[in-house]
């Protein structure tokens, strides 16, 4: 019986004119599985709050597939860093007429910012006191509607209204510029060209070393595009961006307290008495071949100020005196460095002088005085600072509390800086993304050039409640740099 049994099965499940269906079948599954475990490798690059530029990893000739781990893709396209070869994302806006010009975008004249530092002549004019910087303008700091939307141009035409009239911005801050020279554009009628400045950056498109062209032609290329975007026949200053991840490096220690380099350390810095002129290596060459460029352009009138931007002072410090002592090069008319003039460090204020004096820089600019949001209750994910700077600053943010509940850091640390830079007439670049930004840093500066808010003794105490939290000293934090910025393996 059993056998019959598995005789009528065998005739069943083997019949003939089955076998194509099993085929077909044991195709599918095997495609199944091997797809299945090809999304099991992951995805090349996943989109985190750790990571929120992953498109700055990825190669040209790469064909990259990204991952939203929330799986709420946005409608439209997310807006990335565009390589010099890349077809450009359009960005466009509305008729000037339909954007709201309300109440909120006028500007309260009794609270202008008129004042304006550095050397008055004809072929460097004076730089605005405060400057907007428009990485706002970028997935660093708001999302794809912000930024695609009409904030943007209200932040503008609000900060113009106020007397903020330069604008800092970067072709690595994705679609920065785009957005920025849009809403310029718009604006013509009202601000035109010659009443604003603009400076901008080339030679840094992400983070890893392939994503970095300081070649002649690199630079060209990167000018000319920044030309197009921000709809204009020159550019006020143009910085070779982050020389720190080029420049060969030259110091005994890459994080903490570096004001030494000043004095007793000056040699181990490269900055001895009778190293004015060393060049260091191939990553120092690289640097002087982008800044020979640079020259070229603004000789040509394409762009008026030449510069260097980064994060370590020493660094920065040794290539504005190599520049200076090295023919044919000219002494560079602006360095720019970010997060070393605020409640966390302040050492930018020691090296002002030495930027001025060795290597005859006429602008010296500070940005970012929240230190990349820092200062804020709001720390990102990817802040590069050190887990114990960090821990310190969720400390600052905690001994500020008001009694409701908000931390009043981010306003005291903007006080705080704005009124040292102003004390050394020092231009702050700041990031405005919104009207309320614009309002209130507005307000905040002028509490500090019109009423003297650094005479006031309750407002020190404060000032000195908040350092203390970093500490001073060997152990302290206070003045200590985090660990200077280098490429991503990858």
Request: hydrophobic fraction near 40%; include cysteine.
């Amino acid at each position: 019986m059993a056998n019959k049994g598995a005789r009528q099965f065998m005739r069943n499940w083997y019949a003939v004119e089955a076998i194509p269906l099993y085929a077909v079948i044991g195709l599918a599954v095997g495609g199944a599985t091997w797809y299945l475990t090809r999304l099991a490798q992951g995805p090349s690059v996943v989109w985190t709050r750790s990571n929120p530029t992953p498109w700055n990893d990825v190669k040209p000739d790469e064909n990259t597939k990204m991952l939203d781990p929330s799986g709420k893709f946005s409608k439209k396209p997310k807006i990335m860093v565009e390589r010099l070869d890349a077809p450009q994302p359009t960005i466009p806006l509305p008729p000037l007429a339909d954007i709201p010009d309300e109440a909120i975008d006028k500007a309260d004249d009794t609270k202008r910012i008129t004042t304006r530092f550095g050397p008055a002549d004809t072929a460097f004019p004076t730089v605005p006191a405060v400057v907007l910087g428009a990485a706002s303008f970028s997935a660093f700091y708001n999302n794809d509607d912000h930024i695609r939307g009409v904030t943007p141009l209200r932040t503008t035409r609000l900060a113009l209204r106020y007397g903020i009239h330069a604008f800092d911005t970067s072709p690595f801050y994705g679609p920065s510029e785009i957005v920025l020279g849009n809403a310029l554009k718009a604006l013509e009628n009202e601000f035109p060209r010659s009443s604003y400045q603009i400076f901008t950056k080339c030679g840094r498109f992400g983070n890893t070393r392939e994503t970095f062209d300081y070649t002649p032609a690199g630079v060209r290329a990167s000018i000319q595009r920044s030309l197009a975007r921000l709809h204009t026949t020159y550019l006020d200053t143009v910085y070779l961006h982050d020389v720190e991840f080029i420049a060969d490096s030259k110091a005994p220690r890459t994080s903490g307290d570096h004001r030494a380099a000043l004095g007793a350390e000056a040699d181990a810095y490269g900055l001895g008495e009778g190293q004015e002129a060393v060049v260091h290596g191939d990553g120092d060459r690289e640097v002087l071949v982008a800044i020979g460029e640079l020259g070229r352009q603004q000789d040509a009138g394409v762009i008026r100020r030449v510069g260097i931007s980064g994060y370590p002072l020493p660094i920065l410090l040794r290539l504005a005196i190599l520049i200076k002592h090295t023919a044919p090069y000219k002494p560079l008319d602006v360095v720019m460095s970010y997060c070393h003039l605020n409640l966390q460090n302040r050492t930018l204020l020691d090296f002002k002088t030495a930027f001025e004096q060795r290597a005859g820089v006429k602008h010296v600019i500070t940005a970012s005085p929240l230190c990349m949001r820092l200062l804020t209750p709001d720390l990102p994910t990817w802040h590069p600072a050190s887990e114990s700077i960090k821990e310190a600053a969720k400390g600052a943010v905690r001994a500020s509390m008001k009694p409701g509940g908000e931390s009043a850091l981010p306003k005291l640390a903007l006080e705080y800086a704005f009124q040292k830079a102003r004390e050394v007439e020092m231009p702050t670049v700041v990031g405005l993304g919104s009207l309320k930004d614009v309002h209130e840093n507005a307000q905040i500066w002028y509490s500090v050039d019109k009423q003297g808010l650094g005479e006031n003794e309750e407002w020190k105490q404060r000032i000195q409640d908040v350092m203390s939290v970093f500490g001073e000293g060997d152990d302290g934090l206070l003045d200590c740099s985090w660990e200077n910025p280098g490429f991503r393996s990858g």
